[in-house]
């Protein structure tokens, strides 16, 4: 007998609505998996009378899943601020060619997971630098579940990088061919690095390989008229990526502000993803994504904490932004939703639907121990408390990060 018994309050995602609390919980795992999940006293009914239980202190909810980040950017995340293009070039674009440093690469890598296990996050998407040994590296020092990409730049970066940048077709598919495709994505940066040419090379390689496909889209309005001088022939910046094949159900979309119906009515036909990165979106200056819009056109969309753009990793952080910037423009926006979207919608997100994302049995038993309920309070008054607070507290205030069972934070 292999399985092992959490006891503890339980709060698991069901939706944008809904989530389910068990005030008296229990979650059975066996060889990393989850195999039941409910109440304790049921779920004690279903196993043997000798299964080790351990209580646990807390709040058992699922592990987190931030799906767009750039993991080379940690190291100065929320340091610097400013408008998107010139924070590019004279911060975070300097602080990616040190990348090609595997020592300093190495050693980020492992601050980067010890970093964000201890917050919670258990999956997600990330942007690596250009450099081929900086994205193995990354990868062969995973914790948790990651898709990462080396980013692709030909042009209008300095050489540092574009040097770097495996955009040429043939060098691409050569390091692609190394890969494990379950934890990669290919990784355009965004339009004004690549030429249409180089674009459309990427999606003809995007649509034979199976791989998820990840890139900014319409973050600032100088970032939009840049892209309207580049591709002077394309009716919006989404279909600038359209027309070269890059938009498909497995396409992660970062930002999405500065948008016109009919690209909103685009992403709802090629069934494209959008993360969402209120934090990032606050901290550079830009506006809010419209959520109304969104909601509208029926996107589909998770949570992410788009550092270094984002001045945490923390996805509580995240949560609690997310639900104060959509409320202080007068949307309404639930605790539910916040969980919801930054737990079980990322898993969708990264097609990992079935393997993760909440605490129901057969997913991966991937979870994270939050502070005690009170027991006067409602469930979404006490979620909000754990939310509440600056990011630097945010980041210490999960109590523990469990992945496949085992305690790993
Ligand atoms: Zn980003």
Request: hydrophobic share 40%; proline share 4%.
């Given at each position: 007998?292999?399985?092992?018994?959490?006891?503890?309050?339980?709060?698991?995602?069901?939706?944008?609505?809904?989530?389910r609390?068990?005030?008296?919980?229990?979650?059975?795992?066996?060889?990393?998996?989850i195999?039941?999940m409910?109440?304790?006293?049921t779920?004690?009914?279903?196993?043997?009378?000798?299964v080790?239980?351990?209580?646990?202190?807390?709040v058992?909810?699922?592990?987190?899943?931030?799906v767009?980040?750039?993991?080379?950017?940690?190291r100065?995340?929320?340091?610097?601020?400013g408008?998107?293009?010139?924070?590019?070039?004279?911060?975070?674009?300097?602080?990616?060619?040190?990348?090609?440093?595997?020592?300093?690469?190495?050693?980020?890598?492992?601050?980067?997971?010890?970093?964000?296990?201890?917050?919670?996050?258990?999956?997600g998407?990330?942007?690596?630098s250009?450099?081929?040994?900086?994205?193995?590296i990354?990868?062969?020092?995973?914790?948790?579940?990651?898709?990462?990409?080396?980013?692709l730049?030909a042009?209008?970066?300095?050489?540092?990088l574009?040097?770097?940048?495996?955009?040429d077709?043939?060098?691409l598919h050569?390091f692609m061919?190394?890969?494990?495709?379950?934890n990669?994505?290919?990784?355009p940066?965004?339009?004004?690095?690549?030429?249409?040419?180089s674009?459309?090379?990427l999606?003809?390689?995007a649509?034979?390989?199976?791989?998820?496909?990840?890139?900014?889209?319409?973050?600032?309005?100088?970032?939009l008229?840049?892209v309207k001088?580049?591709?002077?022939?394309?009716a919006?910046?989404?279909?600038?990526y359209?027309?070269?094949?890059?938009?498909t159900?497995?396409t992660i979309?970062?930002?999405?502000?500065?948008?016109?119906?009919?690209?909103?009515?685009?992403l709802r036909?090629?069934?494209?993803?959008?993360?969402?990165?209120?934090?990032s979106?606050?901290?550079?200056?830009?506006r809010?994504?419209?959520?109304?819009?969104?909601?509208?056109?029926n996107?589909?969309f998770?949570?992410?904490?788009d550092?270094?753009?984002?001045p945490?990793?923390s996805?509580?952080?995240?949560?609690?932004?997310?639900?104060?910037?959509?409320?202080?423009?007068?949307?309404?926006?639930?605790?539910?939703?916040?969980?919801?979207?930054?737990?079980?919608?990322?898993?969708?997100?990264?097609?990992?639907g079935s393997i993760?994302?909440?605490l129901?049995?057969?997913?991966?038993?991937?979870f994270?121990l939050?502070p005690?309920?009170?027991?006067?309070d409602?469930?979404?008054?006490?979620?909000?408390?754990?939310l509440?607070?600056?990011?630097?507290?945010?980041?210490q205030?999960?109590?523990?990060?469990?992945?496949?069972?085992?305690?790993?934070?």
């Open positions: 007998m292999m399985e092992k018994i959490f006891r503890a309050p339980i709060l698991n995602p069901i939706d944008a609505n809904t989530w609390f068990y005030q008296d919980g229990a979650l059975g795992i066996d060889r990393g998996i195999v039941r409910g109440d304790f006293a779920v004690l009914n279903q196993v043997d009378a000798d080790e239980v351990d209580e646990l202190d807390g058992i909810v699922p592990g987190f899943v931030d767009h980040l750039h993991w080379v950017q940690h100065v995340k929320g340091r610097f601020s408008e998107l293009l010139t924070w590019l070039q004279g911060h975070i674009w300097p602080e990616e060619a040190r990348y090609v440093d595997t020592d300093l690469a190495q050693s980020a890598a492992t601050r980067f997971y010890s970093d964000v296990l201890r917050a919670g996050t258990v999956m998407m990330s942007y690596s250009p450099h081929a040994d900086a994205t193995q990354a990868l062969a020092l995973m914790r948790g579940d990651w898709v990462i990409g080396n980013v730049m042009i209008h970066a300095p050489s540092t574009t040097d770097y940048s495996l955009h077709p043939d060098a050569a061919r190394q890969m494990n495709m379950t990669y994505a290919l990784t940066r965004f339009a004004p690095n690549l030429s249409a040419a674009l459309k090379a999606g003809q390689i649509a034979e390989a199976p791989c998820l496909i990840q890139t900014h889209l319409a973050e600032s309005n100088a970032e008229q840049w001088e580049l591709f002077p022939d394309a919006h910046y989404t279909e600038v359209d027309r070269a094949g890059l938009l159900p497995r979309l970062g930002h999405c502000i500065e948008m016109r119906d009919e690209e909103w009515r685009c036909a090629r069934g494209s993803w959008v993360a969402h990165c209120p934090t979106n606050e901290a550079l200056g830009n809010r994504m419209p959520l109304e819009q969104v909601r509208a056109y996107i589909p998770a949570l992410a904490s550092i270094g753009g984002g945490s990793h996805m509580l952080h995240v949560m609690q932004r997310f639900l104060g910037v959509h409320r202080e423009a007068g949307v309404s926006v639930a605790p539910q939703e916040a969980l919801y979207r930054s737990t079980k919608a990322g898993a969708e997100c990264m097609g990992r993760g994302g909440d129901t049995a057969g997913k991966r038993a991937d994270v939050l005690q309920k009170p027991a006067a409602s469930v979404e008054a006490w979620f909000e408390e754990c509440s607070g600056k990011s630097a507290d945010l980041e205030r999960t109590l523990g990060t469990w992945l496949k069972g085992e305690r790993a934070a």
